[in-house]
Nanobody, 124 residues
Framework: QVQLVESGGGLVQAGCSLRLSCAAS????????MGWFRQAPGKEREFVAA????????DYADSVKCRFTISRDNAKNTVYLQMNSLKTEDTADYYC?????????????????WGRGTQVTVSS
């Protein structure tokens, strides 16, 4: 199973940008489809974005479409989440997840590997 470590979270003002990174180790990263999920206080974990093994296919939640971009660098064993035009409602803990298939998924149960999360706080 791949091990995942997120970084890049922090406190930003609304309208600003952040880039999250997720570094993978332990398995062949290119064999894994990757996803980003988030969980706000008192809410369930929700899908944010996903990317297939090659990076050529991506999927986004409607709430982040056109603001967030998921990408990956298989040579660096890293997946990224570029977050632009951040809103206060984007405040959450963000989790990176991996599944050993070539196709990405939208549901948390489809992923077998999870990072510990990185906190993103957007102030008004």
């Amino acid at each position: 199973q791949v091990q995942l470590v997120e970084s890049g979270g922090g406190l930003v003002q609304a309208g600003c940008s952040l880039r999250l990174s997720c570094a993978a180790s332990g398995r062949t990263f290119s064999n894994y489809a990757m996803g980003w999920f988030r969980q706000a206080p008192g809410k369930e974990r929700e899908f944010v974005a996903a990317i297939n093994w090659s990076g050529k296919s991506t999927d986004y939640a409607d709430s982040v479409k056109c603001r967030f971009t998921i990408s990956r660098d298989n040579a660096k064993n890293t997946v990224y989440l570029q977050m632009n035009s951040l809103k206060t409602e984007d405040t959450a803990d963000y989790y990176c997840a991996g599944r050993p298939t070539i196709y990405s998924g939208r549901y948390a149960y489809e992923y077998e590997a999870w990072g510990r999360g990185t906190q993103v706080t957007v102030s008004s």
